[in-house]
């Protein structure tokens, strides 16, 4: 298997536009972006920009929602259920 390597800001800005094209707002997806390129900065591979394909297809099939409405539905002083609207976390 061949090696590929990548300058960080270029492939930082390919995750960022591929998450911008499946609807995510600038923000969430600069921030999925730096968390997927610091787990592969960190040498933790399976949870880096691999991951990326399969937030795409997830996204194809209408699993996740790129823009969620995150709500708190029932929160006690130490819990919280949350409704994540389908969204990536």
Same mark, same amino acid.
């Given at each position: 298997? #061949?090696? #590929?390597?990548? #300058? %960080?800001? $270029? +492939? %930082?800005?390919?995750?960022?536009?591929?998450?911008? $094209?499946?609807?995510?707002?600038?923000?969430?997806?600069?921030?999925?972006?730096?968390? +997927? +390129?610091?787990?592969?900065?960190?040498?933790?591979?399976?949870?880096?920009?691999?991951? +990326?394909?399969? %937030?795409?297809?997830?996204?194809?099939?209408?699993?996740?929602?790129? $823009?969620?409405?995150? $709500?708190?539905?029932?929160?006690?002083?130490?819990?919280?259920?949350?409704?994540?609207?389908?969204?990536?976390?």
């Amino acid at each position: 298997m #061949q090696t #590929q390597t990548y #300058q %960080y800001q $270029k +492939l %930082y800005d390919f995750t960022v536009a591929m998450f911008n $094209k499946m609807g995510c707002p600038a923000e969430e997806a600069a921030s999925a972006a730096r968390v +997927l +390129l610091s787990a592969d900065l960190r040498g933790v591979d399976s949870h880096g920009v691999a991951r +990326l394909s399969g %937030y795409i297809r997830l996204w194809e099939a209408d699993r996740v929602n790129a $823009k969620p409405d995150i $709500k708190i539905v029932h929160e006690t002083p130490s819990t919280a259920v949350v409704d994540g609207d389908r969204g990536w976390a």
